[in-house]
């Protein structure tokens, strides 16, 4: 039996795919396995034994609807594939999809939930939906495999990028923070001076050294922030992907907002303080194995129009970003004391 497996993004997500890859490879040892996703995203899969990785290229080889075509036929060279499971349902995978069942290959799919998700974000239910993670087993389920996610650490490190961290100033008598502040979305970022406002309350408590992480494309705005906060360190464009993965395994915790590094940062064991806005844990992208009470966010009952977006796109209603905004550095550091971090 040969299953091919496909979650090419985002980094987030593709992270979300590893508890029950790890589970499925533990509990289904004599079963081959390929796995599509991209290049960028290997280190995810580094220490999950027995997992082919297949790269697609959706920028040159495997670009359009010929490029998907050419994708097809690349994985046919595989060998035999008996059965696809689509973690992704989006229109490439559409495509492939229809392809492998045209020469008579069964594809399960992931039900992403898309109606129970509106009726969260219209204010008609209030009810937690399934996980990401919890999703992706169904699907696993569906084509005869039930798996039951592996525990965290999900994600391990190598011996190349343990190294990249072992040169770091790395004061264990420290608190040590990662804060990754920045997302794509204005509506999932909690303001630059709160959570600067915060790190100086825990700062009046202890000694801290904050490891800045964040986007590529965001490395300037982390720079920046860094010259408004004494000992910090940006971690961005400094190390590979595995390196700041073994660099969050190594954190007392993470404080992020609703994004990929909230994601990686809890698969590799790290506990997660997650800021959130617009968007809301009931909608299954939490932190995978963190408690409910280190999500923090305003209660629905104090402002009834979040959450207002799944994913983080658009604009404020309201024009004030309340959801954000009334959440004080305050209540937060209130909250890390409750939680005994601090």
Same mark, same amino acid.
């Given at each position: +039996? ?10 987030? /997500?593709? $992270?979300?795919? !590893? ?10 040892? /004599? ?8 290049? !960028? ?31 097809? *036929? ?27 069942? +045209? ?31 919890? *999703? ?6 569906? $084509?005869?495999?039930? &798996? ?11 011996? @190349? =990028?343990?190294? @990249? &961290? ?13 804060? $990754? ?22 700062? =009046? ?36 992907? $595995?390196?700041?993965?073994?660099? +969050? ?12 590094? +909230?994601?990686? =940062?809890?698969?590799?064991? !790290?506990? &997660? ?70």
């Amino acid at each position: +039996m040969h299953l091919l497996v496909i979650r090419t993004s985002a980094m987030g /997500d593709v $992270a979300l795919t !590893t508890p029950v890859i790890r589970g499925f490879r533990s509990q289904y040892p /004599d079963v081959k396995l390929t796995v599509v996703t991209r290049s !960028t995203y290997e280190q995810f899969f580094y220490s999950i034994k027995d997992c082919d990785l297949f790269f697609s290229d959706f920028k040159k080889r495997h670009s359009g609807f010929f490029g998907i075509l050419r994708l097809y *036929r690349d994985l046919k060279r595989k060998g035999r594939i008996d059965r696809v499971i689509d973690l992704h349902d989006v229109l490439r995978t559409k495509i492939l999809r229809l392809f492998f069942r +045209m020469t008579g290959i069964p594809c399960d799919v992931i039900d992403k939930g898309r109606k129970e998700k509106r009726e969260i974000i219209k204010g008609r239910s209030r009810i937690r939906l399934k996980h990401s993670v919890e *999703r992706f087993c169904d699907v696993f389920a569906n $084509a005869g495999f039930p &798996v039951e996610p592996a525990d965290t650490p999900c994600i391990l490190h190598s011996a @190349e =990028a343990l190294s @990249e &961290v072992s040169g770091l100033q790395f004061n264990m008598d420290d608190l040590n923070i990662g804060v $990754a502040p920045y997302t794509r979305h204005a509506i999932k970022t909690w303001p630059e001076e709160k959570i600067l406002k915060l790190l100086k309350l825990i700062s =009046a408590e202890r000694n801290i050294k904050v490891w800045l992480f964040g986007g590529f494309g965001e490395k300037q705005k982390l720079e920046k922030f860094a010259t408004q906060f004494p000992d910090s360190y940006v971690v961005t464009g400094t190390m590979s992907l $595995a390196g700041e993965l073994a660099l +969050m395994g190594r954190l007392d915790m993470m404080i992020s907002m609703d994004s990929s590094n +909230m994601h990686m =940062a809890a698969l590799v064991g !790290t506990r &997660v303080i997650s800021i959130w806005g617009a968007t809301d844990p009931l909608s299954g992208f939490s932190a995978w194995q963190q408690p409910d009470e280190n999500a923090i966010r305003i209660p629905v009952g104090e402002l009834g129009c979040r959450p207002c977006t799944v994913f983080g796109k658009g604009t404020c209603r309201r024009k004030d970003l309340a959801c954000m905004n009334w959440l004080t550095p305050e209540k937060v550091f209130e909250r890390l004391v409750n939680l005994k971090i601090i």
